[in-house]
């Protein structure tokens, strides 16, 4: 969301007693993420990576400040030596270590920004390090969060009578180390912010007018669902529904605190409220694209049953290797799995599997989950593609596809 606009949203909705969640700004986590992937190769395109993110961030600082040598340049200028510095100093292997200590520039760049610029516009605020009030465990790029501490953190460290500001997505292990929740983490962060306070509400705000049946990028006519239940909401996201982190929603039924997705494009409209209801409104199906899975079909080399003990075998490859599980079906000498290949380790896996089973791969397949899925629904995803697998169960029907 542009700067500018969270002052609107702030002035529009009032910011005593609030705590902001921010996530990076533009696509600087990709960008940061080629970053490290050039510093862990030793690719020469460092330098030019590095210095392309602080003009971006020089230019928006421009464009809020002025040309004036404004506080925010030099706040700005520290943050970029903290992270020269890393990559002189880092002596750690440890890719996900690293990938954690560079990532996180990118909400310490977009928090000290919009905490310059709402003091510029006479909004007072605190901000916030999230490493000081989110403890986790040092399972970096994935971190889980050690809610004790992180409770007790939270309520030693925020202020509640006046507006916060802090990073969403990442956090610190007991050592100080930088950790992170996992990609579009900063949804889940305010979850678990909201969660420790005991919040009367979150809102996250989009550019789109809240959740929709379907993403608006991949399909075309879409209607708003204003009311979802947390049950139903935690299913949309679990699937895919990439709107809301699978994770956000957890802390927030426990506490019964009330979700509110919003555009930030039309701050007045009420957009999406997930609460206690007891069903969807309105009632529609709803459709879920989840792109670039991988589905691996198992056989057993000698005929033998795939039973529980090989599935069980094969789950521990899964968890071993951070494959999550999106579908899976089998019978009485194969068994298949859709997975998300989040972590890069696809080679180990499938070498792994090839000392037990023949392993066939389909390495780019679209996975579509139809909620509330009647069967026209159903053939209207499936016309003219070729499906590889497909499930139904109750009211949600699952099918894999060829991508084009
Ligand atoms: N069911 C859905 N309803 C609305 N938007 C959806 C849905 N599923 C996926 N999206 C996508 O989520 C995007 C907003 O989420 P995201 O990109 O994570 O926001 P941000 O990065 O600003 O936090 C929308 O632009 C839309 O393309
Ligand atoms: N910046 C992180 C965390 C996040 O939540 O981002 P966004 O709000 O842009 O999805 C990411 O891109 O993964």
Same mark, same amino acid.
């Given at each position: ?17 609030v705590?902001?969640?921010i996530?990076?700004?533009?696509k600087?986590t ?5 970053v490290?992937?050039?510093y ?7 330098v ?16 809020l ?10 706040q700005?200028?520290?943050?970029f030596?903290?992270?020269?510095s ?6 750690s ?18 928090t ?9 516009k006479?909004?007072k605020n605190?901000?916030v390090d999230a490493k ?15 809610w ?7 309520k030693?460290?925020i ?5 916060n500001?802090?990073q ?15 990609r ?5 962060s ?15 705000w989009k ?10 990028r991949y ?5 708003l ?7 139903e ?10 709107? =809301?982190? @699978?994770k956000?929603l957890?802390?927030?039924k426990? &506490?019964?605190?009330p /979700?509110f997705?919003? $555009?930030f +494009?039309n ?12 069903? =969807?409104? @309105?009632v ?6 989840? &792109?670039?899975?991988? /589905?691996?079909?198992? $056989?057993? +080399? ?6 529980e ?13 951070q ?12 068994f298949?799995?859709?997975i998300?290949?989040?972590f890069?380790?696809?080679?180990k896996?499938?070498e ?6 023949k392993?066939?791969?389909y ?10 899925a ?5 053939k209207?995803?499936e016309?003219g ?5 497909k499930q139904?169960?109750e ?10």
């Amino acid at each position: 969301m542009g700067v500018k606009n969270i002052v609107n949203i702030l002035e529009e909705n009032g910011y005593k007693s609030v705590l902001l969640v921010i996530s990076a700004m533009g696509k600087m986590t990709n960008a940061l993420e080629i970053v490290i992937d050039n510093y862990v190769e030793k690719d020469k395109g460092l330098v030019a990576r590095v210095d392309a993110i602080k003009t971006f961030h020089i230019s928006i600082i421009k464009d809020l400040f002025g040309e004036s040598r404004h506080k925010a340049f030099e706040q700005v200028e520290a943050l970029f030596q903290d992270l020269e510095s890393f990559l002189e100093t880092n002596t750690s292997n440890d890719r996900s270590y690293i990938y954690d200590q560079i990532i996180c520039f990118g909400e310490l760049l977009s928090t000290t920004i919009v905490s310059e610029y709402l003091r510029e516009k006479g909004i007072k605020n605190n901000w916030v390090d999230a490493k000081t009030i989110i403890r986790t465990d040092s399972n970096f790029r994935d971190a889980s969060v050690n809610w004790k501490q992180t409770e007790t953190l939270i309520k030693k460290n925020i202020n509640t009578s006046v507006l916060n500001i802090t990073q969403g997505f990442i956090g610190s292990d007991s050592k100080g180390n930088a950790t992170t929740l996992g990609r579009e983490g900063s949804d889940f962060s305010a979850g678990i912010i909201a969660s420790c306070l005991g919040a009367e509400s979150v809102t996250i705000w989009k550019d789109v007018p809240g959740v929709l049946n379907a993403d608006p990028r991949y399909f075309k006519k879409t209607k708003l669902l204003k009311e979802i239940p947390y049950e139903e909401a935690i299913e949309l996201a679990f699937y895919g529904a990439s709107i =809301i982190h @699978p994770k956000t929603l957890k802390p927030l039924k426990n &506490k019964d605190i009330p /979700l509110f997705v919003r $555009s930030f +494009l039309n701050p007045k409209e009420k957009g999406t409220s997930i609460s206690n209801y007891r069903s =969807i409104k @309105p009632v529609l199906p709803c459709y879920i694209l989840k &792109k670039k899975q991988l /589905l691996i079909s198992l $056989s057993t +080399l000698d005929y033998s049953f795939i039973i529980e003990d090989n599935i069980s075998e094969v789950f521990g490859l899964l968890h071993k290797y951070q494959f999550k599980v999106d579908m899976m079906q089998n019978s009485a000498i194969s068994f298949s799995i859709c997975i998300d290949n989040k972590f890069d380790n696809l080679e180990k896996l499938v070498e792994s599997l090839e000392e037990k089973f023949k392993v066939v791969c389909y390495k780019n397949v679209n996975l579509y989950t139809i909620r509330h899925a009647r069967g026209r629904n159903i053939k209207m995803i499936e016309k003219g593609q070729k499906v590889l697998l497909k499930q139904r169960l109750e009211s949600t029907a699952q099918l894999i596809m060829m991508a084009d």
